[in-house]
């Protein structure tokens, strides 16, 4: 997004909201705000799940396997392999 405007500022295009009160300039530190909370954002979810899959390996639990749907599946692939 940033690169964008930095293109059209460059040719010249100027970005006007008169009725938020919004300039080029003005909307380049409100295009850096959001940006850094949203980088800020990913982040935060990138740790909260890292140390919930840390979790649940500690539990002996893999990540994003219903531990109850996992042991059906994997009993009935073994009564398939019995059966052949």
Same mark, same amino acid.
């Given at each position: 997004? @940033?690169? *964008? *405007?930095? =293109?059209?500022? +460059? &040719? !010249?295009? &100027? $970005? *006007?909201? %008169?009725? #938020? /009160?919004?300039?080029?300039?003005? /909307? @380049?530190?409100?295009? !850096?705000?959001? +940006?850094? #909370? +949203?980088?800020?954002? &990913?982040?935060?979810?990138? =740790? @909260?799940?890292?140390?919930?899959?840390? $979790?649940?390996?500690? $539990? /002996? &639990? @893999? %990540? !994003?396997?219903? =531990?109850?749907?996992?042991?059906?599946?994997?009993?009935?692939? =073994?009564?398939?392999?019995?059966?052949?």
């Amino acid at each position: 997004m @940033r690169q *964008v *405007v930095s =293109e059209l500022s +460059a &040719r !010249g295009v &100027r $970005l *006007v909201a %008169p009725d #938020l /009160g919004i300039d080029t300039l003005a /909307g @380049r530190l409100v295009l !850096g705000i959001i +940006a850094a #909370l +949203a980088e800020y954002n &990913r982040e935060s979810i990138r =740790e @909260r799940s890292a140390v919930g899959i840390a $979790l649940a390996k500690d $539990l /002996g &639990r @893999r %990540p !994003g396997v219903d =531990e109850a749907k996992f042991t059906q599946v994997k009993k009935c692939l =073994e009564r398939q392999c019995q059966c052949t």
